[in-house]
């Protein structure tokens, strides 16, 4: 029988999958505004993140996706019967009411649920890589607490904007139309974009 690779009870399995992840965004010529590390901090991120191998990585990216997916949906789900409880009359809830619950489950599906979808999607995939030769540092913990600030900051940043931005778009009666077609062209090359990074950096 075939024993089954694991990561070092020392080793925070999620730290080595961001690891990775930032190695690969950093050697592609990637930057992601707010989340910026030192020399000593990508030296950290490439150590453990080396074992990781590049189908490994996408899978665990995949099933990150999917465990949040199931997360935010949970939380709509409650908003939705918060709602429904207050309002049995879809019509008569306030825009403003409706804005700041968005917000508030925004806010707590993305801060607590992305950390958590990584937590466990890396915890499953590091049973199928070996971590046995990495060692412990003592700033391992200092480097994850910042990760988890790094992402809880900015989703307060984007709830921030999106409270008010939502209700000064009903406030002006905003057409959307132009803007929501700006945005998917943007999305659609943003994908293209990043398919072909990893086509011409698969490692």
């Given amino acids: 029988m075939t024993q089954v690779a694991t990561a070092s009870p020392s080793l925070d399995p999620g730290l080595a999958f961001w690891g990775a992840n930032i190695v690969r965004m950093k050697d592609a010529g990637m930057t992601w505004p707010g989340f910026s590390y030192s020399d000593v901090e990508i030296a950290r991120f490439r150590t453990v993140g080396q074992p990781v191998g590049l189908w490994t990585y996408k899978l665990f990216i995949w099933l990150t996706a999917a465990i949040f997916i199931v997360i935010a949906a949970v939380f709509v789900g409650v908003m939705i019967w918060v709602l429904t409880a207050l ?99 943007a999305a659609i090359a943003v994908i293209f974009l990043s398919t072909w990074v990893i086509r011409k950096h698969p490692s």
Wanted: glycine residues 6%; aromatic residues 10%.
């Fill in 87 to 185: 309002y049995p009359d879809p019509s008569k809830t306030p825009a403003s009411v409706f804005v700041t619950l968005l917000a508030c489950v925004s806010l707590v599906s993305i801060g607590w649920g992305i950390p958590f979808a990584m937590r466990l999607a890396a915890r499953f995939m590091a049973r199928h890589v070996d971590f046995s030769a990495i060692g412990p540092q003592p700033d391992d913990t200092a480097l994850a607490a910042k990760i988890r600030f790094q992402i809880r900051r900015m989703t307060a940043i984007m709830c921030g904007i999106f409270i008010p931005g939502c209700l000064l778009w009903i406030a002006f009666n905003i057409d959307a139309g132009p803007i929501v077609t700006v945005v998917k062209i």
